[in-house]
């Protein structure tokens, strides 16, 4: 598969060898954009965390104007790294340049995906993700306020890190995810967006709508809301479509959160 110019570009500044001209040079909107996109006013940095001893490689984004107290972890598809840091990027500054404290980490980078290692692996990438969560906490966002946000492979890491017990997480946003709610998850203080195509040949609708109901059973409140897109790929407009669901409904879990003014 060919990748376009302008993707090699971005991942050449993203993973190559000037990662420290990358983040201090102003980040630039993804051509093309989102129609709503803003005046960028966010920086990117590449940074490493350690999760059980592993040292995980991240994207953190950071708003240049006043923060509006709620962070997002973004959490990759079984692609990677590499290449869901092109996919996100512009959004990732997007998001940002609003007022969110965001950060995309490797996650892999504590366990390779391996199908004889399924159990060892979530457990390794779900703790990953949770110690991204601690990333954006340790810079001032409160821990309910941190979103789980997760693609594909990530909204699976996403649900199995929230529905720990004693995760703290309250927000999650899963985008053509499935997967299942582990015993004990019981009275789940999380409030939850599944995001999902009309068809999906990787993650069929089944999943992900019996996920939310097992969800529901454990106590969390849930939307689900259908993307008009066919497949597990999106295009560009889905994407735009899918984060600035994304966004209305942090910001109406914010408003909740804040209660009367």
Not at 13 to 23: D, R, S
Request: aromatic letters at 6%.
């Amino acid at each position: 598969m060919r990748i376009p110019a302008t993707a090699l570009a971005l991942a050449l500044a993203l993973c190559g060898p000037v990662q420290a001209q990358a983040a201090r040079t102003p980040p630039q909107v993804g051509i093309p954009g989102c129609p709503d996109d803003v005046a960028v006013r966010a920086s990117r940095e590449l940074i490493t965390f350690e999760s059980r001893g592993d040292r995980v490689r991240a994207h953190l984004y950071t708003p240049r104007g006043a923060p509006n107290g709620a962070g997002i972890v973004l959490l990759h598809g079984g692609t990677g790294f590499e290449m869901n840091a092109i996919l996100f990027d512009a959004h990732a500054i997007q998001l940002a340049s609003r007022g969110y404290r965001v950060i995309l980490p490797a996650y892999f980078d504590v366990a390779r995906p391996d199908q004889t290692r399924r159990t060892v692996n979530a457990r390794a990438w779900r703790r990953a993700a949770l110690d991204a969560a601690a990333q954006l906490t340790e810079r001032g966002v409160p821990g309910e306020r941190v979103a789980l946000w997760g693609y594909s492979r990530g909204a699976g890491v996403a649900v199995d890190a929230a529905t720990l017990p004693d995760s703290g997480v309250r927000l999650v946003v899963l985008a053509a995810g499935g997967g299942s709610v582990e015993d004990g998850a019981a009275e789940l203080d999380l409030s939850a967006l599944l995001l999902h195509a009309r068809r999906d040949e990787a993650v069929p609708v089944r999943a992900t709508r019996a996920l939310a109901e097992e969800l529901r059973a454990a106590g969390a409140t849930v939307e689900v809301q259908e993307l008009a897109f066919d497949g597990h790929q999106y295009d560009l407009p889905t994407w735009c479509s899918v984060f600035s669901t994304t966004r209305a409904f942090l910001e109406s879990r914010m408003e909740a959160m804040d209660g009367p003014s």
